[in-house]
């Protein structure tokens, strides 16, 4: 090879990988802003405190859809909760969703 054509090859590989840095750094500050918003947002929560919510029929078969109801003592970090007259965390996946 010519050592014209090796230094344009050089030239297109550092022009390369600088494109390529710029696009992981960027991606990187975005993934990072969207961690904090949503750390910082509330409406995210799936259940408040004074909530009711309702187990899933498979979870307490036989139960009707009243004695499978509970209120929303505590929220808990993790995101699961604390039931008022049920002992024990609970997660999302075991209520029904609202529709």
Not at 3 to 30: D, E, P, Q
Not at 40 to 65: C, I, K
Not at 76 to 85: A, F, I, N, Q, T
Request: hydrophobic letters at 40%; aromatic letters at 6%; charged letters at 30%.
């Amino acid at each position: 090879m010519k050592k014209r054509t090796k230094r344009l090859l050089g030239g297109l590989t550092l022009v390369g990988a600088a494109g390529a840095a710029g696009a992981y750094i960027t991606r990187r500050k975005n993934m990072r802003a969207e961690r904090k918003a949503a750390a910082d947002n509330p409406l995210s929560v799936w259940a408040r405190p004074g909530m009711s919510v309702t187990f899933r029929g498979e979870l307490m078969p036989g139960r009707q859809r009243d004695a499978r109801t509970f209120k929303v003592k505590e929220l808990l970090p993790s995101g699961r909760v604390v039931l008022d007259g049920f002992a024990g965390e609970h997660a999302e996946n075991e209520f029904e969703r609202i529709s």
